[in-house]
């Protein structure tokens, strides 16, 4: 079941590599097994659901594939998803989480990989044709306050008919006026080190989305209501007819290579952010997002950022850039005692501000906007400036 699964490891290459080797996946059947075997008395009665089946053994089998080609975010036999959706999805379920939830890895949370491609495959019991994988799985680490939990959010299209609810497995069923339903199910002993409450939606003929919060510290304290993970499962841009919005200025990541810039790296650097914003104290300007929400960009060696920045009358997207081992040509720079360049360009709609260390590397901080911005130039040179903001420090 999505969701489920063990928290990734840290080891890049462990958590982005697992296209280019041996895949072995137990997959586990639920649905046709547990309508074939049912208890004499019949199943308890579910609220909000026209039938119940009861629970029944579970059915496994493994599924073996050896390499092939991979074809990554471009698969035919999944035409909704792509690189593009992929980002979408990414911006959908970070926007959807409440404004105090941190992300603990904001530059490698709720990266969606390609989809699970297995192909058709048959029970070796029921000898029912089923297909296997067909969905995309991004997890993230979270925390509030003193509480941490990872959530994971599973996507898939979905045009078959609304599954009967399970004994056991869901604990009470939402229909919307709109058709969508919503199954919940709620962990019985919250205290327990990895309790998990979970909803899955399902929007008829086109999507199905599995959102679980899992804590993972033994607290009891709940870091995300049941409706705010409502709020996670039904955000826009999971849906698989949705359009996908026009590119951000920032890419997502899909495979890390050894150039690549180090986890740590990346929280090091969006707290280098989170502090210059408190720093500043700009009052009556609100982010979004937290400035310190850098991500690898498209290449895998530099960062990028794009935060939406708002003040009464006035609103820009801040992004920011960080590439190293790349000298640029900077019109009008200014040197400094320490042979770093700083040059301002303002232009109608865009101001920005460029500095290149001596190393090479090049911090961008930019505003772009349609009407006023909420910064002055000024204050992005301030955050362009911030001391630490470096991958690998000079």
Known sequence: MP???????????QRWTWRDTAFIAV???????????????????????ESVEAAG??????VATIGGDDPGYND???????????????????????????????????????????????????????????STTALGDIARGDARATVSVDVREWTGPIPSCVEGSVDRREVRADGTVLDFYEAKDAASPYAQDFVVVYVP????????????????????????????????????????PPATFCGILTVMDEGGVDED???????????????????GVTLDRPLGSLVPD?????????????????????????????????????????????????????????VQHPSGETVVVRTVTHTVSPLVIEQLELIATSPGLEIAPS
């Open 205 to 244: 003929g086109v999507s199905r989305v599995f959102a679980s919060v899992t804590g993972f510290d033994g607290s009891d304290a709940q870091v995300l209501s049941t409706d705010e993970l409502v709020d996670v499962a039904l955000a826009p841009g999971f849906a698989v007819t949705e359009d996908i």
């Open 3 to 13: 969701g489920t699964e063990e928290r990734p490891p840290k080891d890049r290459r």
């Open 265 to 283: 790296d990346v929280s090091r650097l969006n707290a280098v952010l989170d502090e210059r914003w408190r720093w500043l104290g700009t009052t």
């Open 57 to 62: 053994e579970v059915e496994s089998f493994l």
């Open 76 to 134: 035919p036999d999944y035409p909704w998803f792509s690189k593009s959706k992929a980002d979408a999805m990414r911006r959908a379920v970070t926007e959807a989480l409440p404004v105090d939830a941190r992300l603990e890895d904001p530059g490698f949370a709720f990266i969606f990989p390609p989809v699970h491609n297995f192909g058709e495959a048959r029970s070796p019991e029921s000898a029912e044709e089923l297909t296997l994988g067909g």
């Open 298 to 354: 498209d290449s895998g060696s530099g960062l990028c950022g794009d935060v939406v920045v708002s003040a009464p009358g006035a609103a820009a997207n801040l992004q920011i850039s960080i590439t190293r081992n790349e000298f640029r040509l900077l019109e009008n720079a200014v040197i400094l005692p320490d042979d770093t360049l700083i040059s301002r360009t303002e232009n109608p709609g865009t101001s920005s501000v460029a």
């Open 27 to 49: 997959v586990v059947l639920l649905g046709a097994g547990a309508a074939r075997l049912t208890q004499d008395d019949g199943p308890a009665a579910i609220p909000g659901c």
